[in-house]
């Protein structure tokens, strides 16, 4: 099947989000952090931990307060009107040359309506699939990006980052470096 190069239904992309100099700040904390190796990508999570084998975050599940500088960003997500209220749980990605996220939609039941993902030093591509027909789109994510996802792109396409070294972007083929993604969500109860 031929995969249309643009976001499904609900989804926006809003490039240049980031100034270099708050990515430059995040990395600095997040690197300062605790990186955990559960997966085979690192992860830290803020404001609510997810479980990975029951597929849930909960109340019993908070850790504290979002950290001054993901707070931040999460209040302007919220100001700008990319969320009803102001998200209280995020989950940083590190992705190497070769790693991904497989398919998947985010927690129905634990999560709110939208999910912002705030990409961090490269470039990657994600792939979504239609959950009933398995049409297929692909956007290419630059750091200092945000998606947003609500709507049919929340609720009936799954997303993914293929495994790969290297992705095609404008016609080239680019190698994968590292990349950092944040994502807000709010949580349900
Ligand atoms: O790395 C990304 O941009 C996506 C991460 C993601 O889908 C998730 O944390 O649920
Ligand atoms: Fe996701």
């Not at 039941?109 to 999910?115: L, R």
């Not at 789109?137 to 630059?142: F, G, K, T």
Request: proline content about 8%; overall charge positive; some cysteine.
């Amino acid at each position: 099947m031929e995969i249309q190069p643009h976001t499904p239904p609900g989804a926006s992309l809003i490039p240049a989000w980031l100034p270099p100099d708050v990515e430059a700040a995040l990395m600095a904390f997040l690197d300062a952090g605790l990186w955990s190796g559960e997966l085979k990508r690192r992860v830290q999570h803020f404001g609510y931990r997810y479980d990975y084998r029951a597929r849930i975050a909960s109340r019993e599940s908070r850790i504290g307060p979002l950290p001054g500088v993901l707070e931040q960003l999460a209040r302007r997500l919220a100001e700008e009107g990319l969320f009803g209220a102001v998200p209280d749980q995020v989950i940083a990605n590190e992705y190497w040359p070769g790693q991904g996220i497989s398919a998947h939609v985010d927690c129905q039941p634990c999560f709110g309506p939208v999910i912002a993902s705030v990409s961090l030093l490269s470039a990657c591509q994600m792939v979504f699939r239609h959950q009933g027909d398995g049409e297929m789109r692909a956007v290419v994510l630059p750091p200092r990006s945000v998606l947003v996802l609500g709507g049919p792109a929340r609720h009936d396409w799954t997303h993914e980052i293929p495994a790969r070294l290297s992705d095609v972007i404008d016609s080239r083929r680019v190698a994968r470096e590292r990349r950092v993604s944040l994502t807000f969500r709010s949580m349900r109860f």
